[in-house]
């Protein structure tokens, strides 16, 4: 398995603000995913960070609004920028190892 | 594009009740399927996975077929326990790696003494 820890675990901010989520993976690994699980809903990929090139990001999610940096191997970091109310959601980091994909225990942001 | 559609919640069951959580999926190519559970309080964890058609996963007395001409997986136990009480999500990937997962919305699932 893989062991994956994610500060903070939740946050409360104001609209307009930015917060920097931080997920740490107890070993090397390749490549690092970032999902967001809105209220009742699924969870959607938000990009791919692979160590030394930039975020592959899907469509509807743009770097301006969730920069990612991925300085090496166990470390990568999420920033949600410019928050509103709609960017409330669980937001999880995720590495693939041994053909399985390990998930954080995710990040509670709440925007007000 | 690729999606799941998957039973919508909650469901409640009484302990030692069949539980049958259905799951459908769309995908171009061949898909390798997953269940991931979400207990209270903790993360996502992968329960079982598929990587081919008539593949069955199975761990914790779940289990899952692929099923390919009904494009389908679904989560059955034949006796549920208080302590299966959780989120449940289908999930889907193009690759065998488990990248790009494609979830459903999850089903939540309630086992009452």
């Known amino acids: 398995s893989a062991v994956i820890s994610q500060k903070p675990s939740r946050d409360i901010c104001q609209r307009g603000t930015s917060l920097t989520i931080q997920c740490q993976v107890d070993?090397?690994?390749?490549?690092m995913f970032w999902y967001r699980q809105q209220p009742g809903q699924s969870l959607t990929l938000i990009a791919t960070?692979?160590?030394?090139?930039?975020?592959?990001?899907e469509s509807g999610f743009v770097i301006d609004k969730f920069p990612i940096s991925r300085p090496n191997l166990t470390f990568s970091t999420l920033t949600v920028s410019n928050m509103s109310p709609e960017d409330s959601s669980i937001y999880l980091c995720?590495?693939?190892?041994?053909?399985?994909?390990?998930f954080g225990p995710g990040t509670r942001l709440t925007v007000l | 594009g690729d999606s799941v559609t998957q039973m919508e919640g909650p469901v409640t069951l009484s302990e030692e009740a069949f539980l049958t959580i259905n799951c459908t999926y769309t995908?171009?190519?061949?898909?390798?399927l997953f269940w991931y559970v979400q207990y209270p309080g903790e993360g996502l964890q992968l329960l079982l996975k598929?990587?081919?058609?008539?593949d069955k996963g199975s761990n914790k007395g779940f289990e899952a077929t692929y099923r390919k001409e009904t494009t389908s997986f679904h989560l059955e136990k034949g006796s549920v326990q208080v302590s299966d009480s959780a989120v449940y999500f289908c999930?889907?990937?193009?690759?065998?790696?488990?990248?790009?997962?494609?979830f459903g919305t999850g089903t939540r699932l309630t086992v009452i003494p």
């Open positions: 999930a889907l990937s193009e690759a065998t790696g488990a990248n790009n997962l494609f």
């Open positions: 960070a692979n160590q030394g090139s930039e975020a592959t990001y």
């Open positions: 598929a990587t081919k058609a008539d």
């Open positions: 995720s590495v693939t190892r041994y053909n399985e994909q390990f």
């Open positions: 995908a171009t190519g061949y898909p390798s």
């Open positions: 070993s090397q690994v390749t490549m």
